[in-house]
Nanobody, 114 residues
Framework: QVRLEETGGGLVQPGGSLTLSCTAS????????MAWYRQYPEQQRELVAV???????DYDVSVKDRFTISRDKATNEIWLQMNNLKPDDTAVYFC????????WGQGTLVTVSS
C-alpha cells in the first residue's frame, strides 16, 4: 500500500530552522528519486528538493544553500532540514517521488512569521 505522511511543520520566526520528516510506505519508494514539494495557497505544488537513491541532490534556486534533503533507504524516511527560513517559505510541504505518484499525503504546514 502506497502511503506518504509528512510531519514537523509549525510556526517559526524568520531566520529560524525546522526539520520536516516523511515516512513513505511502500517498497517502491526505495528505488525512486524522492522529493519535497511545497504548495502556496491556490497554486500548484512546486518541487523544492530532490534526492536520488544514490547520487547528487538537487534544489530549487530559492532554497539552495538553506535547505538540505536526506533519506534513509532502509526505513523509507526522508527529511528536509530548513535553515534561515524566510516568510516566502510559508507553505504546505509534501513529500513524494519525482516524478510523483498520484497519492499525496496531507502535507505539513510551515509558517514563517514574526
Amino acid at each position: 500500500q502506497v502511503r506518504l505522511e509528512e510531519t514537523g511543520g509549525g510556526l517559526v520566526q524568520p531566520g529560524g530552522s525546522l526539520t520536516l520528516s516523511c515516512t513513505a510506505s511502500g517498497n517502491m519508494f526505495k528505488a525512486l528519486r524522492m522529493a519535497w514539494y511545497r504548495q502556496y495557497p491556490e497554486q500548484q505544488r512546486e518541487l523544492v528538493a530532490v534526492i536520488p537513491p544514490g547520487g547528487v541532490t538537487d534544489y530549487d534556486v530559492s532554497v539552495k544553500d538553506r535547505f538540505t534533503i536526506s533519506r534513509d533507504k532502509a526505513t523509507n524516511e526522508i527529511w528536509l532540514q530548513m535553515n534561515n527560513l524566510k516568510p516566502d517559505d510559508t507553505a504546505v510541504y509534501f513529500c513524494n517521488s519525482s516524478p510523483y505518484v498520484n497519492n499525496w499525503g496531507q502535507g505539513t504546514l510551515v509558517t514563517v512569521s514574526s
